[in-house]
């Protein structure tokens, strides 16, 4: 470490950090953010039925395309008129339909036409086309909405129009914004923000570039989540350098020597960070989804930019200037180490080393109390639920169910060996409205299974289970697809997913503590503490969905990603934390004041960046997509406890209640204070 601080921080120090900051805007505006229309497919699990039937879909000549589903209704909702009958189906002939179906009621038209795309960027400009052609062609009477699977994958791409721009303006806002509160200098965060938001910008473009490269999927929450990560965890890795740095100033007159002392300190533990949560994230290569598997590979590219941004960049620029950069808390020679302070938090660590078992029940004891929210949770979230703001192809498909069957706006479509023999057991189960022949391929040949139910319900579930058992008991080979038997494979994947990697990310974090701290005990210890703030977090997140929000259930896919992002990104403050305290422990101190002495120098820039980090998955808020929100909600308040509970009072506390033998069976220098 000290080779790396001497190479970044020498006399052409501003010169390496001007060249990498030039390389990171050359990367930017040489490559960009690459495009990819991801397949709908590639959203989906492989190896599961549904998956398979929308991949025969496929091949099936002009089927690489989606449905569209048309309902025409009159404004103030009255049954239609012959001469308005007359106009919709007129305005649904020209929109390309082979016919519309009225409903029994009178009050809607319905029809379908195919939208020659895959893919929700692509069908996104050719739905909002339609939408446009078919209200125009209207008289003013009369109301046009579009719904089906091509609408909503439309809706859902809508999401993302000029989110980045969006994502990135809230992201590096917030961190500007508790930058500015944490060094109280009117210019020290423009440092690190403009590393870090350049650092950004390479990550992304390095990232999709990547990805393209290795043909890897992913889709337009990539490059969201990824930005998101990069600012957190980049910014993290500053406030520790910049911490450290500041504290190194009061020791050493020449500033350079100060940055190489704060460098070669504060790159072993980023390092440490930075390695652990990359393999994390490459844990995803192991999941069944190949967006999540995309999603790993690009925020484990954008980890490594962070961090070398952090410790190359950032501390070549930072050195460049005086000490006036940190004014008005400019740090003078002989003023006194944050660990030899009476800060608050050096009389937090007080409290804890007076009183630990005390406090180690309280924190246990509320954290229990908060992951009792498991307990309920409903995983899987129906596709009415999905947007904070309800989109039109929700509301019409809401609209559609009070003239037509429930399942009306996106049918099951059934592929079968033997149409003969599928036929009479479709048409006759239970919770089908209508089975209708459809186009064949390669052998199979498909139906258009229109349900009794909303799509997504738990009836729908059922009535898909329970035809997927009915062909097969009666010897019919068939694969039942569309979004239910999506929803209920995407259940299983996720399951299937959460059982694989739950046990090798946490085992993986196990053994990168192993490494780094060469103990046994210590180790078991804070990935246990880790595992505790996720589950009191995903726990009193399920309340605040269920209580507050009004949500029945959360994505199917959000604990996996939370536990990743608390699990990795937890080990960041263990790391911070007990590399100090070994620092300390090194220096003749007792596990007793080291652990004291390490939370008074660690406490403040530990906060300021749980606190960062937890308002950067926040701003996930800022996009309507449910998932993103519940995630930024998840991870918002595990970070906040991990922060203010655990690594403040419990970590602290245990260390201090097993002294020597939590460093077990490292040896421990000789004690003297």
Same mark, same amino acid.
């Given at each position: 470490?000290?080779?790396?601080?001497?190479?970044?921080?020498?006399?052409?120090?501003?010169?390496?950090?001007?060249?990498?900051?030039?390389?990171?805007?050359?990367?930017?505006?040489?490559?960009?953010? %690459?495009?990819?229309?991801?397949?709908?497919?590639?959203?989906?699990?492989?190896?599961?039925?549904?998956?398979?039937?929308? $991949?025969?879909?496929?091949?099936?000549?002009?089927?690489?395309?989606?449905?569209?589903?048309?309902?025409?209704?009159?404004?103030?909702?009255?049954?239609?008129?012959?001469?308005?009958?007359?106009?919709?189906?007129?305005?649904?002939?020209?929109?390309?339909?082979?016919?519309?179906?009225?409903?029994?009621?009178?009050?809607?038209?319905?029809?379908?036409?195919?939208?020659?795309?895959?893919?929700?960027?692509?069908?996104?400009?050719?739905?909002?086309?339609?939408?446009?052609?078919?209200?125009?062609?209207?008289?003013?009477?009369?109301?046009?909405?579009?719904?089906?699977?091509?609408?909503?994958?439309?809706?859902?791409?809508?999401?993302?129009?000029?989110?980045?721009?969006?994502?990135?303006?809230?992201? =590096?806002?917030?961190?500007?914004?508790?930058?500015?509160?944490?060094?109280?200098?009117?210019?020290?965060?423009?440092?690190?923000?403009?590393?870090?938001?350049?650092?950004?910008?390479?990550?992304? %473009?390095?990232?999709?570039?990547?990805?393209?490269?290795?043909?890897?999927?992913?889709?337009?929450?990539?490059?969201?989540?990824?930005?998101?990560?990069?600012?957190?965890?980049?910014?993290?890795?500053?406030?520790?350098?910049?911490?450290?740095?500041?504290?190194?100033?009061?020791?050493?007159?020449? +500033?350079?020597?100060?940055?190489?002392?704060?460098?070669?300190?504060?790159?072993?533990?980023?390092?440490?960070?930075?390695?652990?949560?990359?393999?994390?994230?490459?844990?995803?290569?192991?999941?069944?989804?190949?967006?999540?598997?995309?999603?790993?590979?690009?925020?484990?590219?954008?980890?490594?930019?962070?961090?070398?941004?952090?410790?190359?960049?950032?501390?070549?620029?930072?050195?460049?200037?005086?000490?006036?950069?940190?004014?008005?808390?400019?740090? $003078?020679?002989?003023?006194?180490?944050?660990?030899?302070?009476?800060?608050?938090?050096?009389?937090?660590?007080?409290?804890?080393?007076?009183?630990?078992?005390?406090?180690?029940?309280?924190?246990?004891?509320?954290?229990?109390?908060?992951?009792?929210?498991?307990?309920?949770?409903?995983?899987?979230?129906?596709?009415?639920?999905?947007?904070?703001?309800?989109?039109?192809?929700?509301?019409?498909?809401?609209?559609?169910?009070?003239?037509?069957?429930?399942?009306?706006?996106?049918?099951?479509?059934?592929?079968?060996?033997?149409? %003969?023999?599928? %036929?009479?057991?479709?048409?006759?189960?239970?919770?089908?409205?209508?089975?209708?022949?459809?186009?064949?391929?390669?052998?199979?040949?498909?139906?258009?299974?229109?349900?009794?139910?909303?799509?997504?319900? =738990?009836?729908? +579930?059922?009535?898909?289970?329970?035809?997927?058992?009915?062909?097969?008991?009666?010897?019919?080979?068939?694969?039942?697809?569309?979004?239910?038997? $999506?929803?209920?494979?995407?259940?299983?994947?996720?399951?299937?997913?959460?059982?694989?990697?739950?046990?090798?990310?946490?085992?993986?974090?196990?053994?990168?503590?192993?490494?780094?701290? +060469?103990?046994?005990?210590?180790?078991?210890?804070?990935?246990?503490?880790?595992?505790?703030?996720?589950?009191?977090?995903?726990?009193?997140?399920?309340?605040?969905?269920?209580?507050?929000?009004?949500?029945?259930?959360?994505?199917?896919?959000?604990?996996?990603?939370?536990?990743?992002?608390?699990?990795?990104?937890?080990?960041?403050?263990?790391?911070?934390?007990?590399?100090?305290?070994?620092?300390?422990?090194?220096?003749?101190?007792?596990?007793?004041?080291?652990?004291?002495?390490?939370?008074?120098?660690?406490?403040?820039?530990?906060?300021?960046?749980?606190?960062?980090?937890?308002?950067?998955?926040?701003?996930?808020?800022?996009?309507?997509?449910?998932?993103?929100?519940?995630?930024?909600?998840?991870?918002?308040?595990?970070?906040?406890?991990?922060?203010?509970?655990?690594?403040?009072?419990?970590?602290?506390?245990?260390?201090?209640?097993?002294?020597?033998?939590?460093?077990?069976?490292?040896?421990?220098?000789?004690?003297?204070?």
């Amino acid at each position: 470490m000290r080779r790396l601080s001497s190479l970044v921080v020498n006399k052409f120090s501003a010169t390496l950090g001007a060249l990498v900051l030039l390389a990171g805007v050359a990367v930017i505006i040489g490559l960009g953010t %690459a495009d990819r229309t991801t397949e709908r497919t590639k959203q989906l699990p492989v190896g599961y039925s549904s998956t398979e039937a929308a $991949e025969l879909a496929a091949r099936v000549p002009g089927g690489d395309g989606s449905v569209a589903v048309l309902l025409i209704t009159s404004k103030d909702g009255t049954p239609l008129t012959t001469t308005d009958e007359q106009s919709g189906r007129d305005a649904l002939l020209a929109a390309g339909s082979r016919g519309a179906e009225r409903s029994s009621d009178g009050r809607a038209l319905l029809a379908v036409v195919e939208i020659p795309a895959d893919g929700a960027s692509e069908l996104q400009p050719l739905v909002e086309d339609l939408r446009g052609s078919l209200n125009r062609d209207l008289p003013s009477t009369l109301r046009a909405e579009v719904t089906g699977p091509a609408a909503i994958q439309a809706d859902l791409a809508q999401v993302f129009d000029g989110a980045n721009v969006r994502l990135l303006a809230a992201t =590096a806002g917030v961190v500007a914004v508790l930058l500015i509160l944490t060094y109280r200098s009117p210019w020290l965060w423009l440092v690190p923000l403009t590393v870090i938001g350049i650092a950004d910008q390479a990550a992304a %473009a390095l990232a999709t570039h990547g990805l393209e490269l290795l043909d890897i999927d992913w889709d337009g929450s990539t490059t969201g989540i990824l930005s998101v990560l990069v600012f957190g965890a980049g910014t993290n890795y500053a406030l520790l350098l910049i911490s450290r740095y500041r504290d190194e100033l009061r020791q050493y007159d020449d +500033r350079r020597a100060a940055m190489r002392v704060a460098l070669a300190r504060t790159a072993e533990p980023v390092l440490a960070s930075a390695t652990t949560v990359v393999a994390g994230l490459l844990c995803l290569l192991l999941s069944v989804f190949p967006v999540t598997r995309g999603l790993g590979v690009a925020c484990a590219i954008g980890i490594v930019v962070a961090a070398f941004f952090a410790l190359v960049a950032l501390p070549a620029v930072l050195v460049c200037f005086g000490r006036w950069i940190f004014w008005p808390r400019r740090p $003078e020679v002989g003023s006194t180490p944050l660990s030899d302070g009476n800060s608050v938090w050096a009389r937090v660590g007080s409290a804890v080393a007076a009183r630990p078992r005390t406090l180690v029940g309280a924190a246990v004891g509320l954290l229990a109390t908060l992951a009792v929210g498991l307990a309920g949770i409903t995983l899987g979230l129906p596709t009415s639920e999905q947007f904070l703001d309800q989109p039109e192809s929700i509301a019409a498909a809401d609209r559609l169910a009070t003239s037509f069957p429930a399942g009306s706006s996106e049918p099951a479509t059934v592929w079968a060996r033997d149409a %003969a023999a599928a %036929a009479p057991l479709l048409a006759g189960a239970p919770g089908v409205s209508s089975a209708r022949p459809g186009a064949a391929v390669d052998g199979w040949s498909s139906f258009q299974v229109v349900l009794a139910d909303p799509a997504g319900s =738990a009836a729908a +579930r059922g009535t898909v289970t329970q035809l997927r058992e009915s062909l097969a008991d009666n010897g019919v080979t068939a694969l039942v697809g569309g979004s239910t038997a $999506e929803t209920i494979d995407s259940g299983s994947a996720t399951t299937r997913d959460r059982f694989v990697l739950f046990p090798v990310i946490a085992v993986l974090v196990l053994g990168a503590l192993v490494l780094l701290l +060469r103990s046994a005990v210590a180790p078991v210890v804070l990935v246990l503490t880790v595992l505790a703030t996720y589950a009191a977090g995903l726990g009193a997140s399920w309340w605040i969905f269920t209580g507050l929000l009004g949500f029945t259930g959360v994505d199917d896919g959000m604990p996996l990603l939370a536990f990743l992002f608390l699990v990795a990104l937890g080990v960041d403050y263990n790391i911070f934390l007990v590399t100090r305290t070994w620092e300390e422990v090194t220096s003749g101190h007792t596990p007793r004041v080291a652990v004291r002495r390490a939370l008074a120098a660690t406490g403040g820039v530990i906060t300021s960046a749980g606190i960062l980090l937890a308002s950067v998955f926040a701003v996930l808020g800022v996009l309507p997509l449910v998932v993103l929100a519940q995630l930024g909600v998840a991870i918002c308040i595990g970070v906040l406890l991990d922060t203010l509970l655990v690594r403040t009072v419990l970590v602290p506390g245990l260390a201090t209640l097993l002294g020597d033998r939590f460093w077990w069976p490292r040896n421990l220098p000789t004690q003297s204070v």
